[in-house]
Nanobody
């Protein structure tokens, strides 16, 4: 069983950095592909980044490539999303997700993930 608890959201200014964390209180974190999605008001949930069980490969949406970094520490059952150079378009609720069956062909599809964190708000505003 996977139970994901998120932390790290908040209000920041354009250009600032923020790190989100996702901790699994279960026992099978290392068996799961992991991803981050986000949902802005009035918009559909969109893919942000994904990472395989071993930490490689990693995938990013074009809108965050070069600014965001996804990582994981299987020993600590923790996944992270480091977000640099944030801009107002990054404002959204961010969700971490995990699934043992996700893989390199469907990592960007929300329906590929069974387990979800509670979501944290990230607001970028001056």
């Amino acid at each position: 069983q996977v139970r994901l608890v998120q932390s790290g959201g908040g209000l920041v200014q354009p250009g600032d950095s923020l790190q989100l964390s996702c901790v699994d209180s279960g026992r099978t974190f290392s068996l799961n592909y992991m991803a981050w999605f986000r949902q802005a008001p009035g918009k559909q949930r969109e893919f942000v980044a994904a990472i395989s069980q071993t930490g490689s490969p990693r995938f990013y949406a074009d809108s965050v490539k070069g600014r965001f970094t996804i990582s994981r520490d299987n020993a600590k059952k923790t996944g992270s999303l480091r977000m640099n150079n944030l801009n107002p378009e990054d404002t959204a609720v961010y969700y971490c997700a995990a699934d043992p069956s996700a893989y390199s062909e469907n990592y960007a599809i929300a329906n590929a993930y069974t387990y979800w964190g509670q979501g944290v708000q990230v607001t970028v505003s001056s």
